[in-house]
């Protein structure tokens, strides 16, 4: 197992001279591009600078709130991979699609932008947070969880290869996230 840690972006390197050797840190998000004027953006490239090894992409703030798409958050994801970081890339349902039913169609959408964009699989670990049990008080069961690892574990058989569905680590994200 892996244990990541990923505090605001201020306190990477303080939390990382504090861990045990062998913890690792993650930051929260980065950036898509080398380069430019995005002012308060985190690059890939300063986090390699940093030494932080790990990035989460994907977060379902970012998706709402920031109106970050599917493929905006496959390129990212890209990006990062290409700089040397490994990814936590989540992917997840809010309530509606939920109860909807829609679950299956809004993860695979979501992981399908990554696909298209990554053959490399090795540094990617999908995290599943279903929308609606993130500061909700409501709490995806076990057997919530295991489901959706299950169909994104077929999906990734169908859709990329069968060697990336049985060796990509598939996470329930949560406030910690241990790999």
């Known amino acids: 197992a892996e244990v990541v840690v990923s505090p605001p972006f201020v306190f990477l390197p303080l939390v990382k001279t504090t861990l045990r050797p062998d913890f690792h840190v993650a930051a929260q998000n980065c950036w898509v591009k080398n380069g430019g004027a995005y002012t308060g953006e985190v690059s890939a490239e300063m986090l390699v600078n ?11 703030e970012r998706r709402s709130l920031l109106k970050e798409s599917n493929d905006f958050v496959g390129d990212k994801v890209a990006y990062a991979l290409a700089k040397g970081l490994k990814v936590i890339a989540c992917v997840g349902e809010t309530l509606e699609q939920r109860e909807a039913g829609s679950t299956m169609e809004v993860v695979a959408a979501q992981t399908k932008a990554i696909a298209e964009r990554v053959t490399d699989w090795t540094n990617v670990v999908l995290a599943y947070e279903p929308v609606w049990a993130i500061g909700t008080g409501k ?12 169909e994104l574990r077929d999906w990734l ?10 060796t990509t680590r598939i996470i329930y994200g949560g406030n910690i996230l241990l790999l």
């Not at 932080?52 to 992409?57: F, G, K, T």
């Not at 709490?139 to 299950?150: I, K, L, T």
């Open 50 to 60: 940093l030494d932080i090894p790990w990035v989460i992409l994907g977060h379902s």
């Open 139 to 150: 709490v995806a069961s076990p057997a919530q969880a295991q489901e959706v690892h299950s």
């Open 157 to 166: 058989q169908a859709n990329t290869s069968p060697e990336i569905a049985s």
